[in-house]
């Protein structure tokens, strides 16, 4: 490759520009030092290169849209017709090296003019750096100030189009909504913790009557003071307890015989806040538990079906989005979440994790001890399969993650039994052709 840079592509916000350099340091070691210090200084800069050609955009639409194929390395017909108009022909006497900034978009260039040389060296990178600081001056065609409006319209409109690629898509709310589930699991047991310990100095007996934590925190709000309590209030406990009367019954003697101090109305007043406060963070929990599901439905279906909502979510959030996760091989989908457990492992040469966040699928707990490692990765490879569906797809469907989860319930069935499991190309093909069904009568209705 040589070494020798005699043209740039400059891609600016405005449009394509095509610069030529025309003085070229004698030694490498100088000439590197020498782009730098030119970058900086626009007298000097302006003696090494001189524009050939500019072709600017339509409008912020057409901006919008060859941002988008630089940003993918897509050499498209506006780019591609700059370069064929004004890069000289290459022979073996004067070979054309063309500096581009983007390698993504270099590998482009380099299939559409494959007699070009197309580099992204260091040398070339500091001459694009200088072009990127003086280009409004050096480029005739545009007035002072041009460059910096066009650059801020054009970040807000590429940011803007990436937030609204797919709103019904959005993965960031299922990251979101999994981290706020799993902090209000924590929130919630502490504070119904507290709740119980604060009241069972008035009311101690009650402790080990009711044992889930929101029907305590309904019976503190009903009941507040135990001498209240009589055979009158029955029926009402009975209601918060299941209609379960001997339980409420329960409750109505162990008040009368309680060993507990009495408190003030004012004590009593902030236990009855708090235990509020634990009532609506549960109710809470449940409607975002809800959404949740609801979410993960319309992003993810074929995963949520395969291996469930909550599980679906916490490898979407641990991945950074679905994308993210469809991009992972099968072996790193099974070790997701213990990556500690595997560094550990690899650092004292002891066993590698045989799952992750996938060992609280039910799969896993249904497996015999000696086919856990194995099951795991067989689910680890169906989920991967799962959410690269879900990923790339346009129209959500549960048809694969139906015969996904047939293929694992099959194959934990083989390590019971040895009944040989339904061969993967006939399962995909028997969910393909559910898919295909659906789709021509949605379109005949």
Not at 37 to 52: I, Q, R, T, W, Y
Not at 128 to 156: C, N, P, S, V, Y
Not at 340 to 360: D, E, Q, S, W
Request: proline letters at 3%.
């Amino acid at each position: 490759m040589s070494d020798n840079v005699n043209y740039l592509l400059f891609e600016e916000a405005s449009g394509y520009a095509l610069f030529e350099v025309v003085a070229q340091p004698e030694t490498i070691g100088s000439r590197l030092k020498e782009v730098q210090e030119a970058a900086n200084d626009l007298g000097k800069f302006g003696k090494l290169v001189k524009p050939v050609s500019f072709a600017p955009f339509k409008g912020a639409a057409h901006a919008l849209e060859n941002a988008n194929d630089v940003s993918e390395g897509i050499v498209n017909e506006h780019l591609k017709a700059l370069l064929e108009l004004n890069l000289p022909k290459s022979s073996k006497k004067k070979r054309v090296v063309l500096g581009v900034s983007d390698r993504n978009l270099a590998g482009g260039v380099k299939d559409a003019f494959p007699k070009v040389e197309v580099v992204t060296s260091e040398i070339a990178q500091d001459l694009l750096r200088g072009l990127r600081q003086h280009g409004g001056k050096l480029l005739k065609q545009l007035q002072e100030g041009d460059i910096e409006r066009a650059q801020l319209g054009l970040a807000h409109a590429y940011s803007r189009a990436k937030v609204k690629f797919s709103v019904q898509k959005n993965d960031n709310h299922i990251i979101q909504a999994i981290a706020l589930l799993d902090q209000l699991d924590k929130d919630v047991n502490t504070f119904a913790m507290r709740v119980r310990e604060w009241y069972s100095w008035h009311f101690p007996e009650l402790f080990k009557i009711v044992s889930d934590n929101y029907t305590y925190a309904q019976l503190i709000v009903f009941v507040q003071n135990k001498a209240s309590l009589n055979d009158e209030s029955l029926h009402d406990l009975a209601a918060l307890v299941k209609d379960d009367a001997e339980v409420a019954q329960s409750v109505i003697d162990a008040a009368r015989v309680s060993m507990g101090q009495d408190i003030s109305e004012q004590d009593m007043s902030n236990i009855v806040t708090f235990a509020k406060k634990v009532i609506s963070l549960t109710d809470y929990r449940k409607q975002l538990h809800k959404y949740l599901i609801e979410k993960m439905s319309t992003v993810a279906p074929n995963l949520s079906e395969l291996i469930g909502e909550i599980v679906g979510a916490r490898l979407i959030s641990h991945a950074g989005s679905l994308t993210n996760l469809s991009k992972y091989p099968a072996s790193t989908v099974q070790i997701l979440g213990a990556e500690k457990a595997l560094f550990r492992a690899l650092k004292t040469k002891g066993n590698t994790p045989k799952y992750g966040l996938i060992y609280h699928s039910s799969f896993i707990g249904k497996a015999a001890q000696k086919n856990k490692g194995r099951i795991s990765r067989f689910l680890a490879n169906k989920c991967s399969i799962a959410s690269r569906i879900d990923s790339f797809s346009d129209s959500p469907s549960t048809k694969f993650g139906e015969v996904l989860k047939q293929q694992v319930e099959e194959r934990l069935n083989f390590y019971d039994t040895g009944a040989p499991p339904i061969k993967n190309s006939e399962a995909m093909k028997t969910a393909m052709d559910a898919v295909l069904s659906n789709i021509k009568i949605d379109s005949t209705d």
